[in-house]
């Protein structure tokens, strides 16, 4: 059963401009460093994991990215069976953002 939601980037764009959502990149640390979603963060350890999972607010939209919008999908799951309520996977991932809205990339 899909414990989550996909959303395309225009969606998520919305959702940045708006404060209305707390951006995850799962990519790997160099891929981050390289550039991100303005104000994304990026759980580098177990540690950043869990006091991530600990200290955020689940009720707030939770919108995961990757590369391509495949890896979001099961870390999407992932958070939404550690009680987060709107998860969403971003649809096309970093790639089609930074197509998309590379003014927005950090």
């Given amino acids: 059963m899909k ?3 996909e959303i395309d980037v225009d969606g998520a764009k919305q959702a940045l401009d708006s404060g209305a959502a707390t951006f995850l990149d799962i990519r790997d640390p160099a ?3 390289s550039g991100h979603v ?3 963060l990026q759980l580098a350890d177990r540690q ?3 006091a991530f999972i600990a200290e955020q ?3 707030k939209r939770l919108i995961i990215y990757c590369y391509h919008g495949n890896s979001s999908r099961d870390a999407a799951a ?3 069976q550690q009680g987060f309520s709107e ?3 971003m649809v096309g991932g970093f790639e089609h953002w930074r197509v998309n809205y590379d003014e ?3």
């Fill in 48 to 50: 950043a994991l869990e």
């Fill in 3 to 5: 414990t989550f939601k």
């Fill in 38 to 40: 303005r104000g994304a």
């Fill in 87 to 89: 998860v969403y996977s």
């Fill in 57 to 59: 607010d689940r009720s």
């Fill in 31 to 33: 891929s981050f460093a």
């Fill in 104 to 106: 927005d990339i950090e």
């Fill in 78 to 80: 992932f958070f939404s």
